[in-house]
Structures are given as structure tokens and as C-alpha cells.
């Protein structure tokens, strides 16, 4: 990816809330994973908390940035 490519992503707003969407919940969700396995010490357990976290937060935030995006619209 060159530097125009991501320039260009930065410009739109739909395709940089998306972006900006995939690349937190990855770091989020290493976070959860670690997180959760410390604390139950099962990786089937820890997997199914991430798993669903991520899913549930992933629609959330895009929800949320798009939310921004229409207040700072109007």
C-alpha cells in the first residue's frame, strides 16, 4: 500500500470510518484475548468471549463514528 492509497482512504469518510474500524477492534481484540485467557485460564472460554466481543464491538464502533461524522454534518 503507497502513501496515496492511504491518502485516498483518509479522504472518504464512509471507507475511514470503516479503516479506522478494522484496525482498532484487531488491537482490541488481541487485548480481549489476552485479557480473557488470563483471567479464566481456558482457551475455549477465552475464544468464545473474544470472538463475540469483537463481533458485538465492531458494529458498535462503526455505528459510533458514523454517528460523529452526522453530528458534525448538521
Same mark, same amino acid.
Given at each position: 500500500?503507497?502513501?496515496? !492509497? $492511504? *491518502?485516498?482512504v483518509a479522504k472518504n469518510p464512509q471507507t475511514?470510518?470503516? =479503516?479506522? !474500524? #478494522? !484496525?482498532?477492534?484487531?488491537? @482490541? +481484540? #488481541?487485548?480481549?484475548?489476552? $485479557? =480473557?485467557? %488470563? *483471567? +479464566?485460564?481456558?482457551?475455549?472460554? @477465552?475464544?468464545?468471549? !473474544?470472538? +463475540? =466481543? =469483537?463481533? #458485538?464491538? +465492531? #458494529? @458498535?464502533y462503526y455505528f459510533h463514528e458514523r454517528f460523529? %461524522?452526522? $453530528?458534525?454534518?448538521?
Amino acid at each position: 500500500m503507497n502513501i496515496h !492509497t $492511504i *491518502y485516498s482512504v483518509a479522504k472518504n469518510p464512509q471507507t475511514r470510518s470503516f =479503516a479506522k !474500524t #478494522v !484496525t482498532w477492534r484487531v488491537l @482490541a +481484540t #488481541v487485548i480481549t484475548g489476552v $485479557i =480473557a485467557y %488470563l *483471567y +479464566t485460564g481456558e482457551l475455549g472460554t @477465552a475464544s468464545e468471549i !473474544t470472538l +463475540t =466481543a =469483537a463481533a #458485538v464491538l +465492531t #458494529v @458498535a464502533y462503526y455505528f459510533h463514528e458514523r454517528f460523529w %461524522l452526522w $453530528i458534525r454534518g448538521k
